[in-house]
């Protein structure tokens, strides 16, 4: 599809923060349970309290629609031909549109699963290597915040490693503070030691 170049960047901008916006774990979580995960646990919309919240069955739905959004962001410029940056700005839009979704007054969650998504579409070998290193500290922790807080702080590393051009490297290390600020609470609770771990209120 041949486009204007500052249309196809205006596009696949719009459309990667209106599918962030979809608020997959409410939807997912009030179809099935008729609970809202804004309602208890962290009162986030996230994989993590909505499994906290609404049980397994939301919380998978919810991870696979919150990874999906960033992908297909993601892919969606990659069809429009927009380069890397184009690709980039679009899967970044996407976490913005799921941490300050349109659909509920602009909160909403800490953008981890779409982050993956968005990783995962950019190059699957540094999607799969952050989704590693999550879960690996999950399961050494039991920490949800601490395996993201990690994973995505050390996802520039692996991007110099794998792609060292400038743009990728910035674009990462942005991604990450999108990711981090999100997580200030948790941080804070994770040094006074009274973040919750996975399994427990």
Do not use: C
């Not at 962001?73 to 980039?88: C, D, H, K, P, Y």
């Amino acid at each position: 599809m041949n486009l204007n170049p500052g249309l196809a960047f205006f596009i696949v901008i719009l459309t990667g923060y209106l599918a962030g916006s979809i608020p997959f774990g409410v939807i997912f979580s009030r179809w099935m349970t008729r609970i809202d995960p804004r309602d208890g646990g962290s009162r986030n919309i996230g994989f993590t309290n909505v499994l906290r919240t609404a049980g397994r069955a939301p919380a998978v739905l919810t991870l696979m629609g919150d990874l999906g959004k960033g992908y297909l962001a993601v892919r969606f410029a990659q069809s429009l031909s927009v380069g890397e940056t184009g690709n980039w700005l679009a899967g970044l839009a996407a976490v913005l549109g799921h941490n300050y979704p349109v659909f509920l007054s602009f909160k909403g969650g800490k953008g981890v699963a779409t982050g993956l998504g968005v990783l995962y579409s950019i190059q699957p070998l540094l999607g799969w290597m952050t989704v590693i290193l999550w879960g690996a500290t999950v399961l050494l922790s039991r920490y949800s915040s601490l395996g993201a807080i990690v994973a995505f702080g050390v996802s520039p590393l692996i991007v110099l490693f794998l792609h060292p051009a400038l743009l990728n490297v910035l674009f990462s290390l942005i991604l990450t503070g999108l990711i981090l600020i999100r997580h200030t609470g948790n941080i804070q609770r994770l040094r006074a030691g009274t973040e919750p771990k996975i399994g427990r209120a």
